[in-house]
């Protein structure tokens, strides 16, 4: 397996270029000059489970820099880490609920309820390494983790490209 700062590296080098791309697919969506709710959500999202492994990683690697040995690092990052899943789990399900009847297949029970679960699963196995219960492979585990968090990015990126708002689609087929 390669160094932990090198894989840490990657999550961070991936998940600013997933932001970046979902900036520019955010721009191509309003073309229009007016943002859905739904596209609103949808983005702020999955700028959230891009950036929040890269940011993870970044304050994991200053940790390792800042005092020797991985471990340590791990456990506190691992906290932070479950602090911020624990306020996404409260605060995109309030979110949710403000998006329009006719919108509610893009954020349906399909896939929210998957992402709401591997975010409960995620935040579990932080709980236990941040409390040291968790502590054989618990680097493993935190580097895993962040990498499930940026491949539900992706689901969540490909989805923003390929599922769209009704009312857009039935502009853009009136006008062709």
Do not use: C
Not at 82 to 103: G, N
């Amino acid at each position: 397996m390669a160094e932990p700062a090198d894989l840490l590296s990657t999550i961070v080098e991936f998940s600013i270029g997933l932001a970046g791309f979902s900036g520019v697919i955010g721009i191509f969506i309003n073309q229009s000059g007016r943002w859905a709710y739904v596209d609103r959500f949808r983005i702020t999202n999955l700028l959230i489970m891009s950036l929040t492994p890269g940011f993870m990683a970044f304050f994991t690697l200053g940790l390792m820099h800042a005092s020797p040995g991985t471990q340590n690092a791990v456990n506190v990052s691992a906290g932070v880490f479950a602090l911020i899943l624990s306020v996404a789990l409260v605060i995109i399900p309030k979110s949710r609920a403000k998006v329009p009847e006719q919108d509610k297949h893009l954020v349906g029970p399909k896939i929210f309820i998957p992402i709401a679960a591997s975010f409960v699963i995620i935040l579990s196995l932080q709980a236990l390494i941040a409390l040291s219960i968790l502590s054989t492979q618990a680097f493993v585990i935190y580097y895993y983790s962040l990498v499930v968090m940026l491949l539900l990015a992706v689901v969540q990126f490909a989805r923003l490209i390929l599922a769209r708002p009704n009312d857009l689609m039935d502009t853009s087929a009136d006008g062709a």
